[in-house]
Antibody, heavy 118, light 108 residues
Framework: QVQLVQSGAEVKKPGASVKVSCKAS????????IHWLRQAPGQGLEWVGW????????NYARKFQARVTLTRDTSITTSYMELSSLRFDDTAVYYC???????????WGQGALVTVSS | EIVLTQSPGTLSLSPGERVTLSCRAS???????LAWYQQKPGQAPRLLIY???TRATGIPDRFSGSGSGTDFTLTISRLEPEDFAVYYC?????????FGQGTRLDIK
C-alpha cells in the first residue's frame, strides 16, 4: 500500500534551518511528483512547492522561493524539504503529499511539526 | 493568486442531516480543477472529490460535488458520525495551488 512516512517533530531557534524527510513506499517513487504543504496551528493549508523525483526539477511558491529547498534521493525513495532562516510564523505541521494530475493530493504523510521558539 | 472563500466557517448539525458547503473563487477556476478534502483532528487531509464532482477511491456516495466557474459546493446527503470534521476546497488550475480556509462541521 502507498505510504509516505515523515521524520519527527523538530524545535528550532529563529534564524536556524530545518530539514524534514518523507520516505515513500508502495508505488514507483519516480512516477509521481512529491508536494510539500504546511498548516500553521488552527489554520488552513498552504502549498510550499513540488519536486519531480525522476529529474529533481523543483517549483516553489513565490512566498517560500528564497528560503526553501526540495531534494530527493531516489536510491532510498525519500524526499526532503529544507527551510532556512526560520521565523516564529514558520511554526506549522509540514506535510508531504503525492501529486496526481494537475495536481490533486491522493496520499499524504502523517505530518511533521516544526516549532520555532527562542 | 486565486483566493478561495469557504462558507460558512462553522456548522453545527446532527447525524442524518443534509449539508451543503460552499467554496467561492476570486476568479474562474481553470478546467474545473477544484477538489475537496476532509481533515480530522491530528490527521492529514483526505481527498474526497476532485475535478469538481469525481469521488476519490473509497469515498462513499453520500459525498457529492458540483459547481463551475467561481462557485462550487460539497454536499453530504446524510451525515454520519464520522463526517464531523473540517472540509477544505483546493484549486489546482492556476499556480500557486490554493486552499480555502475551511468549514468546520460540529455535532449539535
Amino acid at each position: 500500500q502507498v505510504q509516505l512516512v515523515q521524520s519527527g517533530a523538530e524545535v528550532k531557534k529563529p534564524g536556524a534551518s530545518v530539514k524534514v524527510s518523507c520516505k515513500a513506499s508502495g508505488y514507483t517513487f519516480t512516477g509521481y511528483y512529491i508536494h510539500w504543504l504546511r498548516q500553521a496551528p488552527g489554520q488552513g493549508l498552504e502549498w510550499v512547492g513540488w519536486i519531480v523525483p525522476h529529474s529533481g526539477v523543483t517549483n516553489y511558491a513565490r512566498k517560500f522561493q528564497a528560503r526553501v529547498t526540495l531534494t530527493r534521493d531516489t536510491s532510498i525513495t525519500t524526499s526532503y524539504m529544507e527551510l532556512s532562516s526560520l521565523r516564529f510564523d514558520d511554526t506549522a505541521v509540514y506535510y508531504c503529499a503525492r501529486g496526481v494530475g494537475a495536481p490533486i493530493f491522493d496520499y499524504w504523510g502523517q505530518g511533521a511539526l516544526v516549532t520555532v521558539s527562542s | 493568486e486565486i483566493v478561495l472563500t469557504q462558507s460558512p466557517g462553522t456548522l453545527s448539525l446532527s447525524p442524518g442531516e443534509r449539508v451543503t458547503l460552499s467554496c467561492r473563487a476570486s476568479q474562474s477556476v481553470s478546467s474545473s480543477y477544484l477538489a475537496w478534502y476532509q481533515q480530522k483532528p491530528g490527521q492529514a487531509p483526505r481527498l474526497l472529490i476532485y475535478d469538481v464532482f469525481t469521488r476519490a477511491t473509497g469515498i462513499p456516495d453520500r459525498f457529492s460535488g458540483s459547481g463551475s466557474g467561481t462557485d462550487f459546493t460539497l454536499t453530504i446527503s446524510r451525515l454520519e458520525p464520522e463526517d464531523f470534521a473540517v472540509y477544505y476546497c483546493q484549486q489546482y488550475g492556476s499556480s500557486p495551488i490554493t486552499f480555502g480556509q475551511g468549514t468546520r462541521l460540529d455535532i449539535k
